[in-house]
């Protein structure tokens, strides 16, 4: 994709989108470690974490420390500013594989499919635990997605045009690229020494809250992942997990609306509509 096309195919990011509304869903939560199981399926991912990153030692960490800056690209207020320094963060990442190639964390196609798990999760964590996009806002928030991406300033080579071309290079990718690293399998475990994620839970709450997470949040990695990524994993079809995330969806649907609106929303999204709240007026 030229970066001219961006102007004809993505569309306006603000508080109006769908991408605004839906990104900052607190529920995506639920879908974090399987987007992060996901990301880390593509070989130049996990080999980059393997070499440059302590994600072996503080998993949970890891996805916290690098959720918010990705937030930052859609809400922060100047947003083009934050997917700068998204992109800068991974610009000495490089290194060499096992079998002698080169890698590099701003390769595009790499780059790209980190962005693209973070699209899948807000679609599949509406289906899940929201209520499902219809084909015109897949369309729209697809869309609204190609300008995102193009915030960060790497190149568009990779970016499919459409929804329809999107799914596509989703199925290509599940069929063709991804793989069971090291760090993808590790990460589905349950993990009984996770310490607190830094500077997010202070210690005496972790130490209260440390043995269910340990428990959920790879579960939760594990069941709410696409069935082709549970192959590659060797994850069996298990009708226990099926019957056990479908009662927890059925509960979060029922409870959703109860919950007081900036519950509903994560932090980053909840300051920036506080910021853009007067001029909605």
Excluded: K
């Amino acid at each position: 994709m030229h970066p001219d096309e961006v102007a004809d195919l993505g569309l306006p990011i603000g508080p109006g989108s769908l991408l605004w509304r839906l990104l900052g869903d607190a529920r995506n939560l639920l879908l974090a470690q399987r987007t992060g199981t996901l990301q880390v399926m593509h070989p130049t991912i996990s080999r980059a974490l393997v070499d440059h990153s302590t994600f072996f030692a503080d998993p949970l960490g890891r996805l916290w420390r690098s959720g918010t800056p990705i937030l930052r690209t859609v809400y922060a207020p100047d947003a083009d500013a934050a997917g700068r320094a998204v992109r800068d963060l991974h610009r000495g990442i490089q290194g060499r594989t096992p079998t002698g190639g080169g890698y590099h964390a701003l390769d595009p196609e790499a780059f790209f499919w980190a962005h693209a798990t973070f699209v899948a999760s807000v679609v599949d964590g509406q289906r899940l635990f929201g209520t499902p996009l219809d084909p015109q806002q897949l369309d729209r928030l697809y869309r609204e997605s190609i300008t995102w991406y193009a915030r960060y300033g790497v190149s568009l080579r990779p970016v499919p045009r459409d929804h329809d071309a999107f799914r596509r290079y989703w199925d290509a990718m599940l069929d063709g690229v991804l793989q069971a690293t090291p760090v993808a399998c590790f990460g589905i475990r349950r993990l009984p020494r996770q310490p607190p994620p830094q500077g997010a839970v202070p210690a005496p709450l972790w130490a209260v809250a440390r043995p269910a997470v340990v428990r959920a949040v790879p579960w939760l990695g594990r069941a709410t992942l696409p069935g082709r990524a549970r192959r590659i994993l060797g994850l069996e079809d298990d009708a226990a997990d099926r019957a056990a995330l479908a009662a927890l969806a059925a509960g979060v649907r029922a409870a959703w609306p109860a919950l007081p609106p900036a519950v509903r929303r994560l932090p980053v999204a909840r300051r920036a509509d506080a910021r853009a709240a007067p001029a909605a007026v």
